[in-house]
């Protein structure tokens, strides 16, 4: 199935969680947080969040600066 | 005193007086509150100056830093001739010429866990416009732990972030978004950053606690994303992580327990 993630159409198997799609792309969990269509999914729950077609994932790190 | 306005007053805050939202109780709402500003430094500096001319009776600023020269590109509120200068109380200083009828309080020491919660503990709001990881999971705590909102503003490079946390029953807080934090943190110093970017996030720090002050919004958990190359802005609502480290086992999470 089709989803966004950041902005970019990727394709994955509809069996995907937050947390396996971390896993394909190699994306280090550090300073991570991930949301789906635009809700901010907490980190305990990144393994039991399954994708749907055409969900909006963002992934973005924490910034410090200021 | 805090009960009234003065006709000084009245005249100084008159073009937002006029708003229906705020009026002449929002006013007042605002002269009555204490709000603790932590960093005075690119989004202090105009979040500081935007709550002081809008009346909030006493600030709270603390920095225990200095002002330096390759401060100033963003920091607006020191002039250059104040370099050398800690920034909590010439921050005072120069706020109080443009302000004066605010009464300010200067923390010039570092924020550490030993002062970080009384300080909070007499806020009516905290604004977080720290520039490192550690004091910002410090302040978090202490606004979980005494259930005062959180406004936390971050920037970095071309990036900022926009974080309100009301921190009532059931509502996130800093950790529940971020589980973890990077050791190897990205700051201004190495990364740079564009100075009116966190002009942006620090004056949107004031506007939203002027709002939630005035009770006229901002009571909700948000996160805003913004990006200053193509202007946009990703609005992002938050849950709460029930296996949150800061907040899980604390009253915030379940009142009835306590
Ligand atoms: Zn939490």
């Known amino acids: 199935m089709r989803i966004k ?32 269509n635009n809700t901010v999914i907490p980190h305990s729950s990144w393994a039991s969040t399954p994708l749907s077609e055409h969900d909006e994932i963002t992934l973005f790190q924490a910034i410090a600066g200021g | 005193m805090n009960s ?38 690119g989004l202090g500096c105009p979040a500081a100056m935007y709550l002081a001319a809008a009346g909030i009776g006493s600030l709270v600023i603390a ?25 909590a109380q010439q921050g005072a200083i120069n706020l109080h010429a443009m302000a004066p009828d605010v009464s ?71 950790q529940c978004i971020y589980h973890s934090t990077p050791d190897d943190q990205s700051s201004c110093l190495q990364d740079g950053v564009m100075g009116p970017l966190v002009g942006v996030i620090g004056s949107m720090q004031a506007l939203q606690g002027i709002k939630y002050l005035s009770q006229i919004g901002c009571q909700e958990p948000k996160l805003h994303r913004f990006n200053a190359i193509n202007m946009q802005w990703q609005n992002l609502a938050l849950t709460v992580d029930p296996n949150c480290p800061a907040c899980a086992d604390k009253p915030l999470r379940n009142k009835d327990a306590y």
Not at chain 1, 19 to 26: C, I, R, S, V
Not at chain 2, 63 to 84: A, C, K, M, P
Not at chain 2, 116 to 121: A, I, K, N, T
């Open chain 2, 104 to 174: 300010y309080h200067v923390v010039s020491e570092k924020i550490t866990a030993d002062n970080v919660f009384s300080l909070v503990s007499d806020a009516d709001l905290v604004l977080d416009c720290t520039d490192n990881i550690q004091t910002r999971l410090l302040i978090n705590q202490a606004c979980v732990n005494l259930q005062r909102p959180l406004i936390s503003g971050a920037a970095i490079g071309f990036k900022g972030q926009l974080l309100t946390l009301p921190m009532t029953v059931n509502s996130p807080c800093y």
């Open chain 2, 4 to 41: 009234t306005l003065s006709q000084p007053e009245k005249l100084r805050y008159a073009r937002q007086m006029l708003l229906p939202e705020l009026g002449e109780n929002g006013q007042l709402r605002l002269k009555q509150a204490q709000v603790l500003i932590i960093g005075m430094g």
């Open chain 1, 5 to 36: 993630l950041n902005n970019e159409i990727v394709e994955i198997e509809s069996s995907f969680t937050v947390q396996t799609l971390l896993d394909k792309y190699q994306i280090s969990e550090t300073g991570l947080a991930a949301a789906i």
């Open chain 2, 63 to 87: 920095d225990f830093d200095t002002v330096e020269r390759s401060n100033l590109h963003r920091q607006i509120l020191y002039q250059d001739y104040q370099i050398g200068r800690n920034k």
